[in-house]
Nanobody, 122 residues
Framework: QVQLVESGGKLVQAGASLRLSCAASGGTFSNHIMGWFRQAPGKEREFVAAISWSGGSTVYGDSVKGRFAISRDNAKNTVYLQMNILRPEDTAVYYC???????????????WGQGTQVTVSS
């Protein structure tokens, strides 16, 4: 069973960049689709981005298109989320998730990390 640990979240100012990492252990990372989701207080969990097992295919939520980029390094069992031009509305707990076959719905992912807090001040 793959286990996921996110890192890299912190307090930043609007307009800044930040890179989140998600390290996988305990299973075969390279055959999982990896996704990033986020959840702000009082809101539903929102799809941010997903990447295919090979890294050759990516998809993004509308609110982050053009600003965020997902990537993975299967040799390091790690997936990344590069976040640029951050906005206060990007403030949330960011979760990475893994699935054998997943898309943009949280219900399609069966392995989750504990989350990392990103706070963007105006």
């Amino acid at each position: 069973q793959v286990q996921l640990v996110e890192s890299g979240g912190k307090l930043v100012q609007a307009g800044a960049s930040l890179r989140l990492s998600c390290a996988a252990s305990g299973g075969t990372f390279s055959n999982h689709i990896m996704g990033w989701f986020r959840q702000a207080p009082g809101k539903e969990r929102e799809f941010v981005a997903a990447i295919s097992w090979s890294g050759g295919s990516t998809v993004y939520g509308d609110s982050v298109k053009g600003r965020f980029a997902i990537s993975r390094d299967n040799a390091k069992n790690t997936v990344y989320l590069q976040m640029n031009i951050l906005r206060p509305e990007d403030t949330a707990v960011y979760y990475c998730a893994a699935a054998k076959a997943g898309g943009s719905s949280p219900n399609e992912y069966d392995i989750w990390g504990q989350g990392t807090q990103v706070t963007v001040s105006s």
